[in-house]
């Protein structure tokens, strides 16, 4: 009896993956490129040849991880997480489609930039560029900022890059306990000042992994993912890799 629910339990999941890649091999059919409006063979909204000319960060340069960049490391004074994962430089067409997915609700953007990251991610893993993370955390929004926009951006992205990874997402893990004002224009001190005690963990959060991987759209000084690393730190986490869709560089 146990013998037959495995085989039941590994021919329906042999199906729902068959499903799963007629699924996305129509959505591809339907779908084309946001920037050429050519055919897509691999991403969603995005043909190769336009992948193949995004300004993606060059892995080997950085061993993995752009804190080992000097002109990124003095930029980022007194970070405290371990390491730094991008996809690409605040440029065009990234700057676009952040922009449009965070302030115009284009959320079918979310799934290309997720799968964007994970792939470059997968790269990196297989180099041994990277060490694979236990579970991940998007940075949250305080509820007036969800109730005005009513998503969080990083955790469209954080929900798509887990589910592709197969990892935990802790989506409630972190709380956003404090209002703060828009940080575009802001120094780093003002940032920091603004950000201190900015976050809580949640009652309900049991213990936490020893190694997180924290999700956010952007990073410009590291307030945000700074203020997140010390609390993460302060309960049991041991190290942090910041993966951001974008770096405003230097």
């Known amino acids: ?46 043909c190769h040849h336009c992948f193949n000319d995004l300004p993606i960060f060059s892995l080997d340069i950085v061993q993995g991880n752009l804190l080992n960049w000097p002109a990124i490391n003095k930029a980022l004074p007194k970070y405290q997480f371990d390491k730094l994962f991008c996809l690409a430089p605040y440029l065009w067409p990234f700057d676009l489609w952040i922009t449009q997915l965070k302030y115009h609700s284009r959320f079918e953007l979310a799934p290309l930039l997720a799968q964007l990251l994970v792939e470059h991610w997968l790269l990196a893993l297989e180099k041994n560029l990277v060490r694979q ?26 929900k798509k ?10 989506s409630t893990a972190l709380i956003r306990n404090k209002a703060t004002e828009q940080q575009v224009g802001k120094t780093g001190g003002q940032r920091r000042k603004s950000l201190k005690n900015a976050f ?12 997180i991987m924290l999700i956010d759209d952007v990073i410009t000084t590291g307030s945000t993912a700074n203020e997140i690393t010390q609390l993460l730190k302060k309960n049991g986490v041991q190290t942090v890799t910041l993966m951001t869709v974008c770096l405003t560089l230097p």
């Open 1 to 46: 009896m146990e013998r037959t629910r495995q085989q039941v339990g590994i021919y329906l999941r042999h199906y729902r993956l068959q499903i799963s890649q007629v699924i996305k091999k129509i959505k591809l059919a339907a779908s084309s490129c946001e920037l050429c409006d050519g055919q897509c063979e691999h991403f969603s909204r995005l």
């Open 133 to 158: 993370v236990e579970a991940i955390i998007a940075v949250p929004i305080h509820i007036t900022r969800w109730q005005e926009r009513g998503f969080n951006q990083s955790h469209l992205l954080a």
């Open 161 to 170: 890059i887990a589910m592709s990874l197969e990892l935990p997402y802790l």
């Open 200 to 211: 809580k963990l949640s009652p309900n959060q049991a213990s936490l992994p020893k190694h």
